[in-house]
């Protein structure tokens, strides 16, 4: 090999390792800095380019999520109550596998309050853990609603607010499901 050969592959190593460093977390020696540190801004950064200051964007207006339905009645309302009890049509048939499967989801959600029969002698009240008496569901009253509004205090919680929403626990092809078997309990 020839001297000048050997200088110029020494040199191209010697080249080669400069970037390299003990420290794990150093990076070394950088060629092109704007390769190694991006010019783009960090999703939390602040951002000049746009007129609210930050880089993460909202999604667009109207955008919902893949499989999302909206649920377009708003919560803690007697009134929104009512209307979903007007508009809304349970779109599953009672068959006994839904009523099968409405009665395994109410022992999961709605037992505990509302007791085995629906007559709001479940446990937590009569352990006296929850302090109010949770509704009755097989009285007349509640055999005069409408679907609707049962799947609603489901969705959205009572109006009053003593029991929660369980809209995002329960699918609502599953809330449906329970309607089918709050019904049945009541014999209607
Ligand atoms: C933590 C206890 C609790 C759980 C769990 C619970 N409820 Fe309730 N529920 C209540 C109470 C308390 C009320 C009375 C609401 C009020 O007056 O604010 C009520 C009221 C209701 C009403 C009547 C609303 C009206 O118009 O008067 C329905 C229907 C109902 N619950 C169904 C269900 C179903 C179905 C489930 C299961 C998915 C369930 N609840 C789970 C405590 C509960």
Excluded at 131 to 137: E, G, H, Q, T, Y
């Amino acid at each position: 090999m020839r001297p000048s050969v050997r200088i110029l592959s020494l040199l191209f190593l010697m080249f080669l390792v400069a970037a390299c460093d003990k420290d794990k977390n150093n990076r070394g020696y950088v060629y092109f800095p704007d390769m190694a540190n991006s010019p783009a801004y960090k999703t939390y950064s602040e951002n000049p380019v746009f007129e609210d200051g930050s880089t993460m964007r909202l999604p667009a207006d109207g955008t919902i999520p893949r499989g999302f339905t909206p649920y377009p009645y708003g919560s803690k309302s007697l009134e929104e109550q009512t209307r979903a009890g007007i508009e809304l049509k349970n779109p599953i048939d009672a068959t006994p596998d839904v009523l099968a499967e409405g009665k395994r989801q109410y022992q999961i959600f709605c037992i505990d309050c509302h007791g085995e029969f629906g007559d709001g002698n479940g446990h937590l009240f009569t352990s006296k853990m929850f302090p109010a008496k949770p509704r009755n569901l097989i009285d007349d009253y509640l055999k005069a609603k409408p679907d609707g509004e049962i799947f609603h205090v489901i969705t959205r919680g009572s109006a009053a607010g003593l029991m929660g929403p369980h809209g995002g626990q329960i699918p609502a092809e599953k809330r449906w499901m329970i309607v089918h078997y709050v019904r049945e309990l009541a014999g209607k």
